[in-house]
């Protein structure tokens, strides 16, 4: 009777020790796919993008949740890079703000050629699985980004961006984001524009994935119906488990089953349990919502590494991932559950964003109202010799009353 009480404890180590072996033989066969990482963003913070710095080795760099070793150790198999620039570019330079950061997920893959492949397709993920790389693609947070150009949209693609998030934390002119839900932000769009409609068909039309992390309840439900491809949430998580904005809500989940998208889930403490504090057997709490609600196929990661503050315990670098993933088996998913959560699921829509593509269709050419834009720091050029015909009622108004005061004063 004696020994019993310690051999529990014993054999519940052993057990833990066993989901840990399991996931580790899994992620060597099928490392995770991560949706949003947001190291190039602390690349700029901390040294202006100058890789060749030596603090900056990515092999030994410190104070970040992503660095090669960890990368290796989580067995982390590709990652959308986040090509992020902050809503005060809006307007200002976000254009050439968002072509530093590609330019600096470009040069990671040169200066560490044996770690990251770059790759632009469903099959570059699947060659660099293939020679144990890092598949480093560039995902574009936040529509701010495009500055309300088809073209620059177009430009992007050509540079590799292979999704964009339609909104960051604030509005673009043309698709309302998350915090118009909290009521800090006033809808502009009702969710997208006729120019936002326009957004999500050439994205279709090029095989862009639609990112919809950080958009309102109505911009997603917008871009669901609409899109013929489907979409994915590169770093959200379950509206019911943690009642934030930021994550997706339960009816809006039944549209991303319904459309076979895809809910990459979120890290961040405030997303994870509401409060400052939270723990890795959370985050799988809002892994099991999504699969028990949108189906197993809806699921995977996107941890949100290097661009939060909080990091639940037991996740706290991208090396943790393997016990995450223990987790999820000591919670009976099955391995085919597991495989499409670390990679199969995203693997799926991108092939699927792919088909859609249709690069013989004629690219969109319709530009969004001049008067839809804020023109302080604008040139008009290509609007018409007319530009009032393009103004929206209110700006057609005003610039009426001041032709008329200026002949009053002659």
Wanted: net charge negative.
């Amino acid at each position: 009777m004696w020994t019993g009480w310690w051999l529990w404890p014993l054999v519940a180590i052993c057990t833990a020790d066993q989901f840990r072996d399991n996931a580790v033989r899994l992620m060597q066969s099928t490392p995770v796919i991560d949706g949003h990482n947001d190291l190039p963003w602390q690349l700029l913070n901390k040294f202006n993008n100058q890789l060749q710095d030596p603090r900056a080795n990515l092999t030994s760099l410190n104070g970040t949740h992503t660095n090669i070793p960890k990368l290796k150790a989580g067995f982390v198999g590709a990652q959308f890079w986040s090509a992020y620039t902050p809503c005060d570019t809006q307007n200002k330079d976000s254009v050439k703000r968002t072509l530093e950061q590609i330019d600096v997920i470009q040069r990671m893959c040169q200066l560490y050629p044996e770690t990251f492949l770059c790759v632009t397709d469903s099959a570059g993920i699947r060659q660099a699985f293939q020679e144990g790389k890092v598949a480093s693609l560039v995902g574009v947070e936040g529509g701010h980004s495009i500055d309300s150009s088809l073209g620059v949209l177009r430009a992007l693609y050509h540079l590799g961006m292979r999704y964009l998030t339609l909104t960051h934390s604030c509005n673009t002119p043309w698709a309302d984001n998350w915090l118009v839900d909290t009521g800090e932000d006033e809808a502009q769009s009702q969710g997208l524009s006729s120019f936002g409609q326009s957004v999500v068909k050439e994205m279709n039309r090029l095989g862009v994935i639609i990112d919809l992390a950080h958009v309102s309840v109505a911009t997603m439900e917008a871009a669901l119906q609409l899109s013929k491809a489907p979409v994915v949430f590169s770093h959200s998580s379950a509206y019911s488990v943690c009642q934030h904005h930021r994550n997706v809500p339960d009816h809006v989940l039944q549209l991303v089953k319904q459309t076979g998208s895809l809910v990459m889930v979120n890290f961040y403490n405030d997303y994870v349990s509401c409060k400052a504090e939270a723990n890795l057997s959370q985050v799988a709490d809002h892994l099991d919502y999504i699969k028990k609600v949108a189906g197993a196929g809806a699921v995977g990661f996107g941890g949100d590494y290097d661009g939060v503050s909080r990091l639940p315990s037991g996740l706290e670098d991208v090396s943790k991932y393997p016990d995450l993933v223990a987790e999820l088996l000591r919670r009976q998913w099955t391995e085919a559950e597991v495989r499409g959560a670390l990679a199969e699921n995203l693997l799926r829509v991108f092939e699927a964003v792919e088909q859609v593509s249709d690069h013989k269709q004629a690219p969109g050419e319709e530009p969004i109202p001049l008067g839809q834009l804020e023109a302080s720091c604008r040139t008009k050029y290509g609007y018409s010799a007319a530009p009032i015909l393009h103004l929206q009622p209110g700006a057609l108004l005003a610039s009426l009353v001041t032709l008329l005061l200026s002949l009053y004063l002659l």
